[in-house]
């Protein structure tokens, strides 16, 4: 896949890593926005050779990492003044427009993947910067964390029964993850619903993972939602969202998939897709599916019939 590399300058003195994939010459446009927080865009490199395989459309994908992520440079967030400026939802949603008027877009799809997800939404609700969009993609994320929380434990509970259920509290209330038995669970539990992928190893995904940031956010690990997230929600505010949007998930998603369906149902202009059998990572586990589905909603909003 050809690439081209853009160092990102922003105005706080801070580079990010950014790259674009794909035809330069289509019209169709993406911008995607990687989970974690803190992750990497690895997932996304494949992004514009897919949807020429799978959906035979040309893109140009473009991708960057966010701030404190691998890639890019990061703020040393052992100082308070830089969590306080940096790790917070405002930052990051301005970070993405800023991003977009460096990359040159505009009439543009915004994809994002789980805390991408978080960041689209609230992207999309700025009615300053939805004007940019053509359309959003929400890749694995519902619209409060509530569902999210309710679904991660029915996983857990159904995958190890009562007892164990009972023992991963405990782990999670005491903040000791350090047993070896509590991650032997969540390795499963990762396989099961992350990525269900045969050769996926959840240990592997998370070396490139920005620490200071995922636990900020998100909390020690997937089944787990102790930081800033665990109030985040803006279900009531979807039908503010005006353009077209797709919802998808995987059939084993750490998503509700009833929650996606009534944000799909409440957006305007909303579009519900599964990917059977497919986890939190569906465009990775099962990508025919998941760049048709995606595909065939690009063709629509190319169309005018969504």
Not at 78 to 101: A, C, F, G, H, T
Not at 202 to 230: C, I
């Amino acid at each position: 896949m050809k690439h081209k590399t853009k160092i990102l300058h922003l105005k706080n003195g801070y580079d990010l890593w950014g790259a674009s994939f794909g035809d330069p010459n289509s019209p169709i446009k993406i911008l995607a926005l990687h989970g974690g927080p803190g992750d990497d865009v690895d997932e996304f490199i494949v992004w514009a050779d897919q949807l020429k395989k799978f959906a035979r459309i040309d893109a140009e994908v473009f991708v960057y990492e966010q701030l404190g992520s691998f890639h890019s440079e990061s703020p040393d967030f052992s100082k308070k003044e830089n969590v306080d400026n940096y790790l917070n939802y405002n930052y990051y949603i301005n970070e993405v427009e800023e991003v977009r008027q460096l990359f040159d877009l505009g009439n543009f799809y915004l994809a994002g993947h789980s805390w991408g997800g978080i960041l689209a939404y609230e992207y999309m609700l700025r009615s300053e910067y939805r004007q940019h969009l053509k359309a959003g993609i929400v890749f694995s994320m519902n619209d409060n964390i509530d569902d999210y929380v309710k679904q991660i434990n029915k996983e857990l509970l159904d995958m190890f029964g009562e007892q164990e259920f009972k023992y991963m509290k405990r782990i999670e209330t005491s903040g000791d993850f350090s047993q070896k038995h509590y991650h032997q669970n969540l390795i499963e539990l990762y396989k099961e619903h992350l990525n269900r992928d045969p050769n996926y190893n959840p240990d592997d995904g998370m070396k490139m993972m920005a620490e200071d940031v995922y636990h900020h956010f998100q909390g020690n690990n997937e089944f787990v939602v102790t930081g800033e997230m665990k109030n985040w929600n803006v279900s009531s505010r979807l039908p503010e969202i005006d353009i077209p949007v797709l919802e998808t998930v995987g059939e084993f998603d750490t998503m509700s998939v009833e929650s996606a369906k009534r944000s799909a149902r409440k957006l305007p202009r909303g579009r519900f897709a599964l990917t059977e059998n497919g986890g939190h990572s569906h465009a990775q586990d099962h990508p025919k599916e998941f760049f048709e589905h995606l595909g065939s909603f690009i063709k629509d909003v190319e169309a005018g019939n969504i």
